[in-house]
């Protein structure tokens, strides 16, 4: 399982870093608790900096960057690394390129119009308002960034170093330990994947006269065209299951669903069904 998973993926994290535009008033704070009678420590006052509408678009393609992030890879572990099928790398490496020109975009935006932001909270702050929360606006582009970190896929055989034969058999096995809770999270992973989208489908055609986008379906066959790159173990389990998910559900016509009761009941019974193979059918609501 080790040496499969060094050949067929790599670990990557994913980093964003913005300029946080906001900021803790102390004086106020301690006035307010004051003022109220309440001790230290049991609130505190927070300004926000800059307008909404100035950081915004900064935390939208943050937030599809890590959808992004999470959909084309798997758990690996705590420390914010995750698993990167080779098969996947292209098209990660392309979506995380094009949020980055995204992202300088939003910076050549933003950079002219900093000042002016700042000058309009000035309005809004009044007398909450301190020149000194606002660094020079150099410092504050140096804030907003995005990283990512790859490393590969570690294995027992990379620890070629002068240990007791006790530590290094020690240190082994925790490397073979690791990858496989790593198999089996991205096993699991797919699957829970499958069964949220599954579950939904089931949920949404119980109804009566269910209201739904077309993303009920689409969403569903684009997570069955990525799985191949991300059943990174080869389990003929989980490709069975994405056939079966294919030809069973994903075929539906979303438009078809909308006008024809029948087949809803179809896809909704299709969908009870391979969750009641994969163990799943008493989690539907």
């Known amino acids: 399982m080790n040496n499969l998973l060094k050949s067929k993926a790599m670990l990557v994290s994913l980093s964003v870093h913005k300029f946080n535009p906001s900021k803790t008033d102390k004086r106020v704070t301690k006035d307010v608790l004051v003022a109220h009678g309440a001790a230290d420590k049991t609130g505190k006052f927070t300004k926000v900096l800059l307008p909404e509408e100035a950081v915004e678009p900064f935390s939208k393609v943050e937030s599809r960057l890590r959808i992004f992030h999470t959909t084309n890879t798997l758990p690996w572990d705590e420390d914010g690394m995750r698993v990167l099928p080779i098969d996947n790398f292209d098209s990660y490496k392309d979506g995380v390129k094009q949020a980055l020109a995204e992202w300088e975009t939003l910076k050549r935006a933003f950079r002219p119009e900093y000042e002016r932001w700042r000058d309009v909270q000035q309005i809004r702050l009044n007398g909450l308002f301190n020149p000194k929360d606002y660094p020079p606006v150099d410092k504050v582009m140096e804030k907003f960034a995005i990283e990512t970190r790859w490393l590969p896929m570690p294995d027992k055989e990379d620890f070629r170093v002068s240990l007791a034969a006790d530590a290094l058999s020690e240190l082994e096995q925790s490397v073979e330990d690791r990858v496989s809770r790593a198999a089996a999270a991205a096993r699991n ?31 569903l066959r684009e997570l069955c065209r990525l799985i191949p790159s991300l059943n990174v173990t080869g389990d003929p389990e989980i490709e069975n299951l994405r056939i079966t998910v294919l030809e069973r559900v994903a075929q539906f016509d979303p438009d078809d669903l909308r006008e024809d009761e029948t087949k809803r ?13 994969m163990g799943l059918l008493s989690s539907v609501g």
């Open 265 to 277: 009941s179809e896809a909704k019974q299709s969908a009870d069904d391979i969750l009641a193979s």
């Open 189 to 219: 992973d797919l699957y829970s994947r499958l069964a949220k989208r599954l579950e939904h489908i089931s949920s949404t055609f119980s109804k009566e006269e269910p209201r739904f986008h077309d993303t009920i379906i689409t969403n």
